[in-house]
């Protein structure tokens, strides 16, 4: 590899908000098209635009939990260009005075040591329509502007980032950091979070940047980095048999995983900004952003390293559990006043994830709740009910809806651990196989084995298999 890479992403977050970003009308995702419009999101003559204030909320806390400067002072502005899923032929945004800058995310390199990527900028802004095309070539296209006007924040990275796999760990961060904060769902599918990324190569040990190519409309972490990993070889071939790269936009053929040109971009397209008259400066003190700043959740590297500290995780599971807020507060409240937390943890990353796989659902809506997991648990411990039993009262838990003592009784699965009826049981045994009896106590150990299974099998597999073992080997001493 005689090149380097240089990445930079641009990142589409919507913000999870009732409304829109400058008018009342519903985000609601998946409603009838066009129902959720009005002359503020149509742009309709005379229609004029309002700041939903929960959607600068959620700027602030995005652009503090991304260690980003917030601007006392910042400007909204028209981007004009038209497209037919925008109406009004611009979109309200913000360019020379943003509401956050000079940021960064800190990720583990390949080398597994920290980094920093920078972020030039995380701006408010308006969403456009939906075009959605006929399966026809030659058919219509369909225009939904339920979406215009849905507030989104666009995050710019520096181009710091020099690898296919830095860009996905990068984008996980981000995404981890605003779900974590309730800014966004971050929903792939439902369009909630989309990525642009832009890539050059230059020779290793230069300053100078090479020739950028733009990818537009990534929609998985999965396919920006397989999208990079091609640009990367087809750049290098490119150059190494000493032809040119020109500026161009690419789409990623996901079915072909190749980029494919989608226009020439030989110079930058001049969008025409201005402050837009309709929208005042806007004045964000600092009691607003201390007000905000003191209700941020924890975010998840230091959850991360609380996990492994407080309740003695290895780093592998704490990651796995923090991948998603959701899991992480479910551990906890399934750990709360238990006395074996790892154990938790462990029986979380296995049953409990291959149920929600099983199932293709999320941890909210997993119908066994942390407090039925803590009480399946405490069965477990109190000698109720044994580990194999309850992998199966689990199953029948999520398919269900039951608690583990409802199951448990239901079926007649509680063991035995009455010690009187449990010794009378093994001496029962005992008294049955004396050659066996004889040969354990000459040192054929492997017998012990067969002893117990007699127990078990008298009681129809439903005696605490400790309280047997000790029993048993009582008896035997004593004989």
Known sequence: MNYEAVIGLEIHVQLNTRTKCFCGCSTEY????????????????????????????????????????????????????????????????????????KGFVAILDEQNEERKVGITRAHLEEDAGKLIHDENPRGPSYIDFNRCGVPLLEIVTEPDIRTPEESYRFLTAVKEILQYTGVSECNMEKGELRVDVNISLRNRGEEKFGVKQEIKNM??????????????KRQSRILKTGGSLRQETRLFDQMKNVTVAMRSKEEAHDYRYFPDPDLIPLVITNEFIEGVRAVLPELPEKKRER?????????????????????????????????????????????????????????????????MLKELFELMDSGEISGKIAKEVFSLMASSGKTAGEIVDEKGLRQLTDESHLLSLVEEVVEENHQAVSEYREGKLSVFGFL?????????????????NELLKKKIEAC
Not at 219 to 232: G, Q
Not at 455 to 465: D, E, F, L, S
């Open 30 to 101: 998946g409603a009838v098209p066009n129902s959720h419009t009005c002359p503020v999101c149509l742009g309709l003559p005379g229609a004029l635009p309002v700041l939903n204030e929960e959607a600068l909320r959620k700027g602030v806390i995005a652009g503090l939990s991304l260690n980003c400067e917030i601007s006392n002072f910042t400007v909204f502005a028209r981007k004009n260009y038209f497209y037919p899923d925008l109406p009004k032929a611009y979109q309200i945004s913000q360019y020379a005075l943003p509401i956050n800058r």
């Open 219 to 232: 929609n998985s972490f999965a396919n920006v980095k397989k999208a990079l990993e091609y640009e990367i």
């Open 307 to 371: 996990f492994i500290s407080q309740y003695g995780l290895t780093r592998y599971d704490a990651e796995i559990l923090c991948l998603s807020n959701k899991t992480a507060r479910y551990f906890e409240e399934a750990s709360g006043g238990y006395k074996n937390p790892k154990k938790m943890a462990n029986w979380i990353l296995s049953e409990l994830l291959k149920e929600l796989n099983q199932a293709k659902i999320e941890i909210d809506q997993f119908p066994v709740t942390p407090l």
């Open 452 to 468: 117990v299974g007699q127990v078990m099998k008298k009681t129809k597999g439903k005696a605490n298999p400790h309280l047997v």
